[in-house]
């Protein structure tokens, strides 16, 4: 039988440097004794042996060794036995480490998961004083804590990178840490010190108190993030019975107290916030009104868009055509009265959908007897913006339709690419944009295999934008 | 008489407490080895729990509660009562340091009501981080809450400053935006949104010298929705939150149950928090993300639209598709065994990496962390069948909490 002493500080070197000996001479898991920190010292069988580091070349799966180097700051005595056992399996059946089924695993992976959590715990309730001035000139702080398990020595790293740039200790009954100077180094445990008061700690209550929503009360939640064999270290825990007594109280006189009279300054100052806001659909009307008065030769009168002022959809096409001058209605022409018959098939509901277009006027040239069509220039695009972003103040909608390229234009500030952009939704500050082609585009298709398959993808386009808006 | 720190302190926490976020993870990593003070490590630290089991990880607060819109959800509408306050830059950093420094938190999460102007707000906002940057050398998590209309070049240097940005979608559809926020404009959000996702794609290529641009916003972005306040079903609010994670990509949508506020307004009467559809919301989310499901299957089950509350969503589809079950644990593909309740992510890939080497048996999945409770009736094991347990018409019934008897005066 073999004893091995290992240390309170420096457990993981000690218990790996052992465990390499013992597997060198091939000992068997039950005849090691392990012995921990101040154990009684004398046994049955004689002197226990403190380990040496070994010299012997001894290869074990890298997860075997995560595994250990947490395993070992578990606070159950049997840790370094069940180590050391399981290590002669993983010797013999390396797969061991997949097997998550394997009861030894399983065990050991448990008081692994306790050891991290209890190390996360420190990480999260460890509480600093102010304690002044430490070495060169650097801020000194301290605090008290108490581990379930032997964490302090894994956990400093942590607090080293964290608080580089101050002194400080972690003071608990089983090792008090201390960084100074940039040099970590850990002591015996030691009984609670006397910490001088804190001033931080009742802006810390403060915020406590007031972050708390006396609305939405779990106090289960709360205990099992945070136990309460935690609180009497945390300055902010002695708000909590205060906070649950008084909750029920406080969301209940929320609930009765009848809505107040807003401030005077609200009216002022939501009145300068409206004051900014864009015209009304009367304004907006009249002002058509006025400018289709006295038009040149080769320009339409201002056709404004038409359909629900509400409307969650809002189809954007190119400019009116003959009929739409004629008639003062937008999409009544054939271009018109295809995007209808393929919105129809879509699924799509025209009348509840606003359709207007990027350019509000006729723009022609006269051939004989007919007004021929004429596209808008980038100036007239330009121009006409302002009608069609004070239709999209005014309804809002949530996806906008932009069909063809100079509505395309107009809502993201370019053309180019629409074949390469369609049927997608581009992000604009008027709200998403679904980019297809223009109906009319369609009918100037003289393939008519071609227009069948280019109004089938325009169709798909549409139950896309269709399913934009549930 | 001028308010003390305390006063302030109470006054602007208790207007941020609305909130959700508080995730001071997935940032990168850095430390305070070579100066400074702080660090962050991947996963972020919950320094404390308030009662409300909400955890408490940064220092949450807005820089003042003065607001010139008028949301009616909100206690900080400018129609509301509430005392006003309002911290100077330095406060903020002073309180955010000295509470870093006696490990009360991870960082601090900048909020703000909108003072004059969006582009002023915005501009002390990252005043205050840079100076905590490069004044106080500090490394750790910064959360700063944009201002959806600010100017682009100070969203830039947000970005450059903090972790993670956020802008608030508030609501899950427009029309109950434009109901309750009536300032607030559901386009302003989503293009901010999509200029924060330009800037973090653009940030990640490299020059033609092959030097990096300085990360943006290395946390990524996230925003929160007010669940309860409108009419909008579950189906509405998932569908949003897919668009939200596939357009934008958001790595989180924070659901917020409409909780009373003081100060209430006459525009939105006060409930009982929906604390139980919050959760489920939480629980649906996750099966977005990282369980393959659609939004369709999870709110297919109930013909309303909405989860169902008294049991989870990934019970709930797979007691409307008992077809699909009992699943074969020892032989099922991954897909399938994400769909099995009581089977988390975890315990899926313990059963991949176990059952490639031997036959798994009932007490292995114990062991495995699965709730075998939930997975007893899903599953066929060498040594466990459900036999007739899967299509058992009161399987319902046992997972579902008992039906609770009215009172009768």
Redesign the interface.
Known sequence: MRTIQLPRIGTWTAWRDAARGLLADGVPAEAVLWRFGEDAPDDLFGGAVTPAPSSADVTVPKGFVDLASRVVWHSDPERFARLYAFLLRVKRHP?LL??????DL?RLRAMEKNVNRCA?KM????????IGAGSGGR?A?A?WFEPSHHTVEPTAP?F???????DWIIATPDVTARFEAGKVSFAEGQPRPDLPE?G?????G?????????????????TS??PRKYWKN?P?ARH?PE??AG?EAR?AE??A?M??L??V??ER??G??RAARPVTWDELRTRAAEASRDLPEGLGRIVLGEGPA?A?LMVVGEQPGDHEDQQGRPFVGPAGQLFDKVAGQAGLDRQAAYVTNAVKQFKFRRSGKRRLHEPPNRTEIEHAKWWLEAELKLV???LILSMGATALQSLTGRRDGLLKRRGA?E??????VFVTVHPSYLLRLPDPVRRTEETERFREDLVAARG?I? | MPLTLQQKLAILSDAARYDASCASSGTTRRDSRKGGLGSTEGSGICHAYAPDGRCISLLKILMTNFCIYDCAYCVNRVSSNTPRARFTPEEVVHLTIEFYRRNYIEGLFLSSGIIRSPDKTMEDMVRIARLLREREGFRGYIHLKTIPDAAPELIEQAGLFADRLSVNIELPTVRSLEAYAPEKDAGTIRAAMAEVKAKRTASKDRTHTGKRPPRFAPAGQSTQMIVGADESTDRTILGQSTQLYGDHGLKRVYYSAFSPIPESSAKLPLIKPPLVREHRLYQADWLLRFYGFGVDEITGSRPDGNLDLEVDPKLAWALAHRDRFPVDVQRAERELLLRVPGFGTKTVKRVLATRRHRTLRYEDLQRMGANLKHARPFIVLRDWRPGALTDSADLRARFAPPPEQLSLF
């Open positions: 797969r997949s097997d998550r089924g394997d009861a399983a996360h990480k999260a309730f460890v509480r600093f004083r102010d801020r702080f605090a942590f080293a990178r964290r608080f580089g740039d101050m804190d931080a700690e009742a802006l810390w403060t915020y406590f108190r007031n972050i708390f929503n006396p609305a939405r009360v779990k106090v289960q939640a709360m993030e945070m945390l902010e909590i906070l649950i909750a969301a929320m609930r107290a809505p107040a807003p401030p300054r609200a100052i939501l300068r916030a509400d969650r809002r909608p949530e939704v992000e604009t500050p008027h709200g998403p934009r549930v």
